[in-house]
């Protein structure tokens, strides 16, 4: 007999993070041990299935054809030699493609999906270079690859705007920068910078870059009838479950979308194109479809972060307080996505200044549609406002870390609110500690081994704490003392399950090999999407909910002859296996205990995480101090990076090994992004011209150095486990302290990434 909660209406949960902290921190001190991921056998064993592994009968294989221009209509789509090729099972255009609803832009509402509004495969119009106009299934992968080659199109190409230079002539203005003002100011920046004793006023300019997980974009689909399974690699299985029903007209109870596995995700893991034309032609081949992208096709369909170019300006007194602090600019982006590369973000929350200008615009191209990429906005915003900040520096004669302390705000500089929990100069102190900064020739171009020039360079992370409302999670406890906790989320490598089962053993008192985390499957209780380094506490807020429930039914269950008979949610404490009173530890029974004597086999309980109120009340954000030495050859300008330290304040790490990959991670996205990361997009045609890991550079391994990994480990008393975010913080200021290093090195300020030989010669 199971104890049964009203699953169909989880209940809200009550606790208020603004108000109080979460009630396990202090108590129990045991978050955070370094535990290798339980997905980790699976996967060293080939034993964990993603997407495009997953096996089903009479399965065919999908390629795509795509289009060569950036705007137009297609005049002829010849498919006749396509269809003729061997093993060949249909080929699907917009001419045959099934209707489909236009997929619904990200965040135009709260179950919105779409990285991409455009219609998908229903007309003859071509919006970007590389947009798909056919799909081939076949027999086998290479079949279906061969027959997409002989696919030809002609095009009446309509005017196009490709050259960001002419777009950003006329820029428009935002309604919103992901629910912030896009304009933001604070007295008369410009005039106080212009009266300011010390100005630096600069030009920064950061490339498109594309995703380039491992795994690539995959799914495998197949319909039943009117129900559709599909295996994909999902940050948002939730969404894209709701999206995929509304795009095909059918019950969202209909559709069953699975992620349990994926090969990296950075905000290129959503719902484009791929998944709803697998879709599509499994229901008109009526045979289960597999896609998965090539690289190229990526490159093709699937958006990266945009270009960025943006001014800096800062206006300072000789004591290096801040008159005036201006960040502006523009970014390239289509009419048809959602990602504005919010690069003014960390300049409302790092500095204490007198008067601020804060404002972006976006310059529209015909392009494929930009989107999310680790960090977007902080990881380009912070390289040039932590360049600039070094510049400043310089100009004062003072240490970059000293400039720091002296312009750290009490509380929130634009918005006023107190921070929830701010530790960015122990960050600074604890990493130049460690890096020994104080070996430093503040003067460039004094150090050097042969023929290498050696700086070092300092620059600010950080990332804003947010907790997305609406996650459920369920809780199984049985009579043996296991406990599976159950939720639509998502681990993408960075140990989702891990840190959560880990969570869950010290919240319920209970060991580690207990804990069954449930994830990945859109038939668990709703979850939230992987995004914007909220997963975490979100599902941190839900579990506390859930926690709250099941300490309310078990003392219910309980009854009369129990310790806890007459108590309720408010007097008691869940863990160590029971419950127990607050203050009168004599009053304690076992889960096990309550269970046995009402009979019970099992208790499930179901809630959802309460509002995020803690954001309305406190500035919450994430903080981190980046170290970086390189050595600039003098004869090749080649940089190489020898060291590099990342000194975090996130809050509590619930798992310092998980954490300290996840940090490691996005720094060495940070190197990429500063030395050699840059979709080289052809002004002329729209094309990307380097679709290909051989002509897009990524680190590997001989790119980067051994690097050391800090955190403060402080609690925020606001967030749900005192835990904010981590996945991505790791990648800002990178560039920033790369670009510093290298002027130490060498005196010469590359504001233009990446840093490339040829800047350096
Ligand atoms: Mo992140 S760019 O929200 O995966």
């Not at 999908?62 to 221009?69: K, M, P």
């Amino acid at each position: 007999m199971s104890g049964q909660t009203d699953l169909q209406n989880p209940k809200p949960g009550r606790w208020q993070p603004a108000v109080t902290s979460d009630p396990l921190l202090g108590k129990h001190g045991t978050l955070g041990q370094p535990i290798s991921r339980i997905d980790g056998p699976l996967k060293v064993q080939g034993k964990a299935r993603f997407a495009a592994e997953v096996p089903y009968e009479n399965l065919c294989y999908a390629a795509l054809a795509y289009s060569t221009i950036p705007r137009g209509r297609l005049t002829r789509l010849e498919t006749a030699e396509a269809e003729k090729a061997p093993g060949v099972v249909l080929v699907m255009t917009y001419r045959n493609a099934p209707r489909m609803k236009a997929p619904s832009l990200m965040m135009s509402s709260p179950t919105a999906a779409g990285a991409s509004d455009l219609p998908v495969l229903q007309n003859d119009e071509i919006h970007w270079n590389g947009q798909p106009i056919a799909v081939v299934l076949g027999e086998t992968q290479e079949e279906a690859d061969y027959a997409a080659s002989l696919i030809e199109a002609d095009y009446d190409l309509l005017p196009a705007v490709t050259s960001f230079a002419e777009a950003k002539k006329t820029p428009r203005q935002l309604d919103t920068l992901l629910g912030e003002p896009p304009i933001l100011e604070i007295g008369d920046a410009e005039g106080a910078l212009r009266q300011a004793p010390v100005q630096v006023d600069h030009i920064y300019r950061t490339p498109r870059h594309n995703h380039n997980a491992i795994e690539l974009h995959a799914a495998t689909v197949a319909w039943t009838g009117n129900e559709l399974r599909v295996h994909d690699a999902s940050q948002l299985l939730d969404l894209t479950t709701g999206q995929l029903a509304d795009i095909f007209g059918i019950d969202p109870g209909k559709v069953h979308v699975t992620s349990p596995f994926v090969g990296g995700g950075f905000g290129g893991k959503c719902l484009w194109d791929h998944q709803i034309l697998a879709c599509a032609a499994a229901k008109l081949a009526k045979r289960p479809v597999r896609i998965m992208l090539s690289r190229e096709g990526v490159f093709r369909i699937v958006g990266g972060r945009t270009v960025t170019e943006q001014r800096v300006a800062l206006g300072a007194n000789a004591d290096g307080s801040l008159e005036a602090l201006i960040h502006t600019g523009v970014v390239a982006m289509t009419r048809h996505n959602s990602c504005p590369e919010q690069f003014t973000f960390p300049a409302r929350h790092l500095y204490a200044a007198k008067t601020f200008r804060l404002a972006q615009e976006v310059a529209d191209m015909d392009m494929l549609a930009n989107t999310f990429m680790r960090a977007p906005g902080e990881s380009v915003g912070t390289f040039a406002l932590e360049c600039a900040l070094d510049e400043l520096a310089e100009k004062l004669g003072l240490d970059p870390i000293e400039l720091r302390r002296r312009i750290e705000p009490r509380q929130d500089p634009t918005s006023g609110k107190p921070f929830s929990s701010r530790h960015l100069i122990a960050a600074y102190e604890n990493g130049a500690k460690e890096f020994g900064w104080h070996r430093r020739n503040g003067t460039p171009g004094q150090q050097r081994d042969g023929e290498w020039l050696i700086g070092m360079g300092c620059a600010t992370a950080t990332y804003p704490y947010y907790r997305f409302p609406g996650g459920a999670v369920r809780i199984r406890l049985t009579i043996d003392g296991r406990a599976t906790v159950s939720t639509a989320v998502h681990d993408m490598g960075m140990g989702t399950a891990t840190a959560q089962a880990q969570h869950i053993a010290v919240r319920l008192g209970i060991p580690l090999e207990h804990v069954t985390f449930e994830h990945g499957d859109s038939r668990l209780p709703r979850g939230v999407i992987a995004g914007g380094s909220t997963q975490t506490a979100s599902i941190g807020g839900a579990i506390i909910a859930a926690t709250e429930v099941l300490t309310e039914e078990l003392i219910k269950l309980a009854g009369n002859d129990s310790p806890l008979a007459g108590l309720t949610l408010g007097d008691v404490e869940i863990g160590n296996g029971g419950i127990v009173h607050k203050d009168d530890a004599s009053r304690f029974e076992s889960y096990e205990s309550i269970l046995r004597r009402s009979g019970r086999h099992d208790i499930v309980c179901e809630a959802q995480a309460p509002q995020p109120s803690e954001v309305a009340t406190f500035s919450m954000h994430s903080y981190g101090a980046q170290f970086c030495e390189v050595k600039v050859s003098e004869i090749t300008g080649e940089t190489r990076v020898s060291r590099f330290l990342g000194s975090f304040d996130a809050g509590q790490i619930l798992n310092a090994k998980t954490a300290t990959s996840q940090f490691k991670g996005g720094i060495i996205m940070g190197l990429g992004m500063a030395l050699t990361e840059e979709t080289n997009f052809d002004e002329r045609s729209g094309r990307v011209i380097n679709a290909s890991l051989a002509e897009y550079h990524v680190p590997v391994q001989m790119d980067v150095p051994d690097i050391r990994i800090l955190y403060t480990n402080s609690p925020d008393p606001q967030a749900p486990m005192g835990a904010r975010g981590i996945g991505e913080i790791g990648i800002t200021g990178v560039a920033a302290a790369v670009a510093n290093a290298v002027y130490n090195a060498t005196g010469k300020r590359i504001r233009d990434l990446p840093i490339t030989l040829d800047k350096l010669m």
